[in-house]
C-alpha cells in the first residue's frame, strides 16, 4: 500500500466510524430520554446525558477528523492532523462535565431514593443500549487498528464506558426492582466516577500528543535497526520521533564513512527511507549524514530516553 492509498484509506476508515458514532449517540438520546420520562429512573437521566455528551463529544470529533484530513497548506506545512488531539482533548472535556452532573444527581438521589416507574421497560432499553454499543465499539477498535487515529481511539474508550454504564444499570435498575431504593442514586455517582477516570485517560493522552510525546520503545527499536542494518551506515544519534493522526514524524543524524561520494550516500540514504516507509506508511523522515570521525561524536547532546538504554 502506498502512501496516497494509505492516506485514502485512513481518510475513509475514520470518518466512517465518525459518522456511526454521531448516529448511535443521536439514536441513544432519543430512546433514553423517552424511557427516562417514563420511568423517572436517577441512572436512566444518568445514562441519557452521557449520551448527550456523547453526541456532542461525537459531533465534535466528527468535525475535527474532517479539519484533520484537509491537505498540508502553506501556513500548516505539517498538516491538520493535531487537530484530533485537540478534538479529544475536547472530548475529555465534555465526559468530564458529564460525570460531574452524574455523581451530583447519584448522591442526591442516594440520600433521598424514591420508587421508579416502568422498571422493566427501562431494563430492555439499557440491554438494547449493551448491545448496540458493543457492534459500535468493534467496528471502531477495527478502524483503530488500521488507522491508529487518536481521535478513535478517544471515542472507542468512551464508548467502552458507556458498556460498563449500561450495565451498571441494568443491575441498579434490578436492585431497585427488588426494593433497595438507594441503588439508583448509588449506581449513578459511581458510573459518574468511572467516567471521569476516563475522561482523566483521554485528556492525558491527548496532551501528550500535542507536546510531541516520542514513539513508544518497540517502534523506536524498529526504527534503529533499519537504519543501522542498513550496508554503509555506522550509527545514528540525534534520533527524535513523534506522530499525528496517520502520519509518523522521524529525522536523526546518520554517521557514515566519510570517504563515500555523494552519489552514493544519498542512495543509501534512499534505502533507509524506503525501508522505514514499509514499517511506517505515511512517515516523513529527514535524515542528516555526517562523517564517521572523532567531531562528529564530540557534538551529539541529545539522547533519546525511551529508547532502552538511552543511547539513541
Known amino acids: 500500500m502506498d502512501k496516497i492509498t494509505g492516506l485514502e484509506k485512513y481518510k475513509r476508515l475514520v470518518l466512517l466510524a465518525g459518522l456511526a458514532s454521531v448516529g448511535t449517540a443521536i439514536i441513544f438520546v432519543v430512546v433514553k430520554?423517552?424511557?427516562?420520562?417514563?420511568?423517572?429512573?436517577?441512572?436512566?437521566?444518568?445514562?441519557?446525558?452521557d449520551s448527550i455528551f456523547d453526541c456532542l463529544a461525537s459531533l465534535v470529533n466528527l468535525l475535527a477528523l474532517k479539519f484533520s484530513l484537509t491537505p498540508p497548506d502553506n501556513e500548516h506545512r505539517f498538516g491538520h492532523y493535531k487537530t484530533q488531539a485537540l478534538a479529544s482533548l475536547a472530548?475529555?472535556?465534555?465526559?468530564?462535565?458529564?460525570?460531574?452532573?452524574?455523581?451530583?444527581?447519584?448522591?442526591?438521589?442516594?440520600?433521598?431514593?424514591?420508587?421508579?416507574?416502568?422498571?422493566?421497560?427501562?431494563?430492555?432499553?439499557?440491554?438494547f443500549s449493551t448491545l448496540f454499543t458493543v457492534l459500535l465499539i468493534l467496528f471502531q477498535g477495527y478502524v483503530y487498528r488500521l488507522t491508529k487515529s487518536e481521535a478513535i481511539s478517544a471515542d472507542r474508550l468512551h464508548y467502552t464506558?458507556?458498556?460498563?454504564?449500561?450495565?451498571?444499570?441494568?443491575?441498579?435498575?434490578?436492585?431497585?426492582?427488588?426494593?433497595?431504593?438507594?441503588?439508583?442514586?448509588?449506581?449513578?455517582?459511581?458510573i459518574g466516577?468511572?467516567?471521569?477516570?476516563?475522561?482523566?485517560?483521554?485528556?492525558?493522552?491527548?496532551?501528550?500528543?500535542?507536546?510531541?510525546?516520542?514513539?513508544?520503545s518497540k517502534d523506536i527499536s524498529k526504527i534503529i535497526t533499519i537504519i543501522v542494518n542498513e550496508p554503509g551506515i555506522t550509527s545514528i544519534h540525534d534520533l527524535k520521533t513523534h506522530h499525528a493522526g496517520p502520519m509518523v514524524f522521524i529525522q536523526g543524524h546518520i554517521v557514515m564513512d566519510g570517504r563515500l561520494d555523494l552519489v552514493t550516500c544519498h542512495n543509501i540514504i534512499n534505502n533507509v527511507e524506503h525501508n522505514l516507509r514499509e514499517v511506517f506508511v505515511n512517515a516523513e523522515i529527514i535524515l542528516h549524514m555526517e562523517p564517521d570521525e572523532k567531531k562528529t561524536y564530540d557534538e551529539v547532546e541529545f539522547k533519546d530516553t525511551s529508547f532502552p538504554g538511552g543511547n539513541a
Open 91 to 127: 472530548q475529555s472535556a465534555f465526559i468530564g462535565g458529564s460525570a460531574s452532573i452524574l455523581i451530583s444527581e447519584g448522591l442526591y438521589k442516594f440520600f433521598s431514593p424514591q420508587p421508579l416507574k416502568s422498571i422493566d421497560l427501562a431494563i430492555y432499553v439499557s440491554v
Open 33 to 49: 430520554f423517552g424511557v427516562w420520562m417514563v420511568s423517572g429512573s436517577s441512572v436512566i437521566f444518568a445514562s441519557l446525558t
Open 193 to 216: 466516577l468511572f467516567i471521569l477516570k476516563g475522561a482523566y485517560d483521554i485528556g492525558m493522552n491527548a496532551v501528550q500528543i500535542l507536546l510531541d510525546h516520542s514513539l513508544d
Open 161 to 190: 464506558a458507556d458498556v460498563m454504564l449500561n450495565i451498571s444499570v441494568i443491575i441498579s435498575l434490578y436492585l431497585s426492582y427488588m426494593g433497595y431504593l438507594w441503588a439508583d442514586g448509588l449506581f449513578a455517582a459511581l
